[in-house]
C-alpha cells in the first residue's frame, strides 16, 4: 500500500539525474549577487545623499542659515499679516447687533433713493437724441 | 567529516526547519538541502501539468534560479514551499499560453461544500491500483489535477493551494471536492 505521494514521487524517480544538473553552486552565487545588488542600491542612495549633504551644504552652511532664517521670517510675517486682516472680536460682536444692522439697512435705503432717480433716468435717456448743446443736464447735489 | 563542515549541515527534512536564511544569505549548503528536498516534488507537479519531461526540467530549473535572485523578497521564511510552487505554478501558465491556450481556464463554480475530509497521507492505494491512479489523475481537469496534486505531493493546506495557484479559496475547495469525487470510486474498492 502506497500514499498518492508514494506514487506521484516514485513514478518521477528517474528524472532525479537529470535534475542534479541545478547546482547548488550556482543557485547560491545567484543569491548573493542579487543580495549585494540589492545593497548596493541602498549603499549608493546613501552616498548619492551624503555627496549632495558635503559638497553643497557643508561648505555654504552660514548661508544656507542666513536664507533659512529670512524664509521663517517671511513666513512669519505673512502669517502676522493674516492675523490682522481677519475681523477682530468686537468687530464681529457689532455686526451680530440687530441695532447696528437695522441702521445699515436704512443708510442703504437712503442711498438707493438718492441714487435711484439717477440711475433710472440715465438708462431712459435716448443717445444721440438731438445736439448736445439741447441736451437738458440734471444736476443733484447731495448734501 | 570536520566539526565544523558536520555543524554547517543543514537538513531540510521538516517544512519548519528550510535553510531559508542561509539560503538568502548564499550558503550553497542550504541551496543544496532545499533542492534535496523540494527538486522532485516540484518536477512531480510541474511534469503531472505539462506533461513534458524537457519542459518540465527548464520549468523546474528557471523557478529554482528565480526563488535565488528573489529569495530576498520572501518575507516569511515558512512560506518558502509554497512561493516556490507558485513560481513553478506561474511558469506552467506561461507554457500552456505557449502551446495549449485552451487548457488554463477551467473553472467550475465556486459552491459551499465540505473541505477535504481525509488527509493525503490517509489515503492508501493498493500496488494493482497505481496505474489506474494515474490514468484517473491524467483524466483531470488540469486546474483540479493542480489542486490535488499539489495536495497530495505535498500535504498543502487549502490557503497554501490557493495562494500557489491564484485562486479563490471556495474554488479550490470546489477542485478539491470535485477530484475526490473521480476518486472516490478507486479509493472505495480499496477500502473493500
Redesign the interface.
Known amino acids: ?5 508514494e ?3 516514485g ?3 528517474s ?2 539525474t ?2 542534479g ?2 547546482g ?9 549577487e ?2 549585494h545588488a ?1 545593497e548596493n542600491f541602498s549603499t549608493r542612495i546613501g552616498s548619492v545623499f551624503d555627496g549632495f549633504w558635503r559638497e553643497c551644504i557643508l561648505p555654504w552652511r552660514r548661508a544656507w542659515a542666513g536664507l533659512a532664517a529670512v524664509w521663517i521670517a517671511i513666513f512669519a510675517l505673512h502669517l502676522a499679516a493674516r492675523e490682522s486682516l481677519r475681523p477682530t472680536g468686537g468687530e464681529l460682536a457689532a455686526t451680530k447687533n440687530p441695532q447696528v444692522l437695522s441702521a445699515l439697512r436704512e443708510q442703504k435705503q437712503l442711498l438707493a433713493q438718492l441714487l435711484g432717480p439717477t440711475a433710472s433716468a440715465a438708462a431712459a435717456t435716448p443717445k444721440n437724441s438731438g445736439p448736445r448743446s439741447e441736451q437738458r443736464r440734471e444736476l443733484f447735489i447731495i448734501m | 567529516m570536520p566539526h565544523s563542515t558536520l555543524m554547517k549541515m543543514v537538513v531540510a527534512s521538516e517544512r519548519e526547519q528550510l535553510p531559508v536564511a542561509a539560503a538568502r544569505a548564499g550558503d550553497a549548503d542550504a541551496w543544496a538541502a532545499l533542492l534535496a528536498r523540494f527538486r522532485l516534488p516540484l518536477y512531480a507537479y510541474v511534469f503531472e501539468l505539462v506533461h513534458h519531461e524537457q519542459a518540465a526540467l527548464d520549468i523546474v530549473q528557471e523557478s529554482f534560479i528565480n526563488a535565488a535572485r528573489h529569495i530576498g523578497t520572501l518575507r516569511d521564511d515558512d512560506k518558502f514551499a509554497s512561493w516556490l510552487f507558485n513560481i513553478a505554478h506561474q511558469k506552467c501558465i506561461q507554457h500552456w499560453r505557449r502551446v495549449r491556450p485552451q487548457e488554463i481556464a477551467i473553472d467550475p463554480q465556486d459552491e459551499d461544500l465540505p473541505d477535504f475530509e481525509p488527509g493525503p497521507r490517509d489515503l492508501l492505494i493498493r500496488k494493482e491500483q497505481e496505474a489506474e491512479f494515474m490514468r484517473l489523475l491524467d483524466q483531470l481537469a488540469v486546474a483540479h489535477r493542480a489542486v490535488l496534486l499539489l495536495y497530495f505531493v505535498e500535504d498543502f493546506s487549502l490557503e497554501e493551494i490557493a495562494r500557489i495557484t491564484g485562486a479563490q479559496l471556495g474554488t479550490v475547495k470546489s477542485r478539491l471536492h470535485y477530484a475526490r469525487k473521480a476518486f472516490k470510486k478507486l479509493f472505495e474498492e480499496n477500502e473493500s
Not at chain 1, 547548488?24 to 548573493?32: G, S, T
Open positions: 500500500m502506497k500514499t498518492p505521494r506514487i506521484i514521487l513514478r518521477h524517480r528524472a532525479e537529470k535534475l544538473a541545478i547548488p553552486d550556482k543557485l547560491a552565487a545567484i543569491a548573493r542579487s543580495a540589492g
